[in-house]
Structure formats: C-alpha cells, structure tokens
Nanobody, 123 residues
Framework: QVQTVESGGGLVPAGGSLRLSCAASGGTFSRYTVGWFRQAPGKEREFVAIISWSGGRTYYADSVKGRFTISRDSAKDTVYLQMNSLKYEDTAVYYC????????????????WGQGTQVTVSS
C-alpha cells in the first residue's frame, strides 16, 4: 500500500515560512485522507492538519489555524503544508500519514507514517 515520504524541513527564524512536502510512494493518495502531525521532544504527537484527497476538505488544529495551509497536487501525488508566521512552539518533527476514515484527526487511526522531517524555529 501507499507509503509517505516527508521533506522540506529545516531551520527558519520566528515569523518566517516553510513548506513541507509529503509524497506518495508505492501507491497513491486517491482513496485516503492525508494528515500532518508533529512531535516535539518530550511531548506527545499532535494533530496539525488533514486533507481529504477526493473532496479536498481540510481541518486544522487551533494552534496553527490561520498560519498553516494544507494542500494537494494530484498530478504529483503530493500533499503540502505551507507554514507561515512560524513560532518557536512550532519546532518539532513533522510526520505525514494516511487514513481511510473521513474527518479523522486522531493519530491512532492513521498509518503509512513517513520518516518525518525536522522543523526548527529559532527565536
């Protein structure tokens, strides 16, 4: 089944922007909801944003709403996370994953986790 490959992380100053990519590998996202999650050192993994591949419906965590935008490029079978107005609190390893459930934000229902990409926001 489909696997995910994250990229685009790096070091960025507070207030800056970064775009993460989640590419499908060994399959497609066509039958899935794709989500971004993040985990900071010593903290639990938390939901960031999801997008349903077919319908394009999106949901965001309150902490990133208005600053982050999740989108898709069907031709490239890739999901993006555009992060603007970054804060130090956004520092974490960001993961991409999939689920067959709709409007699902709980990590336990997702699978096909990628390797993660580190986002570090300096302040």
């Amino acid at each position: 089944q489909v696997q995910t490959v994250e990229s685009g992380g790096g070091l960025v100053p507070a207030g800056g922007s970064l775009r993460l990519s989640c590419a499908a590998s060994g399959g497609t996202f066509s039958r899935y909801t794709v989500g971004w999650f993040r985990q900071a050192p010593g903290k639990e993994r938390e939901f960031v944003a999801i997008i349903s591949w077919s319908g394009g419906r999106t949901y965001y965590a309150d902490s990133v709403k208005g600053r982050f935008t999740i989108s898709r490029d069907s031709a490239k079978d890739t999901v993006y996370l555009q992060m603007n107005s970054l804060k130090y609190e956004d520092t974490a390893v960001y993961y991409c994953a999939t689920t067959t459930r709709v409007a699902e934000v709980a990590a336990r229902f997702f699978g096909s986790w990628g390797q993660g990409t580190q986002v570090t926001v300096s302040s």
